[in-house]
């Protein structure tokens, strides 16, 4: 599935936006826009090593530590924003 596939950056960005509602720190709500967008790339492999460099870093360190902020009610509150 392809960021194409979604209609393009009009409808992402109306995504990013939504979630960015989540997220207090500007940070943050970059890295989860950077996250969507890496998963909805054209990566072949969805690992966080790939997903990293995909996104230009040099380790995963950054996806794995923004997973575990995910984590719990907050990553319950992003799939629901995400699917609906």
């Excluded at 599935?1 to 109306?14: P, Q, T």
């Excluded at 969805?46 to 870093?57: C, F, P």
């Excluded at 360190?61 to 997973?67: K, P, Q, R, S, T």
């Amino acid at each position: 599935m392809l960021l194409d596939d979604f209609g393009g950056l009009a409808i992402f960005d109306k995504l990013t936006t939504r979630l960015g509602n989540l997220f207090h720190r500007c940070e943050t709500r970059e890295r989860a826009a950077g996250y969507v967008k890496a998963l909805l790339s054209e990566c072949q492999r969805k690992t966080s090593w790939q997903l990293a460099e995909w996104l230009g870093g040099c380790s995963p360190h950054g996806i794995n530590i923004y997973l575990n902020v995910l984590s719990g009610m907050r990553m319950q509150r992003v799939m629901c924003y995400v699917i609906g």
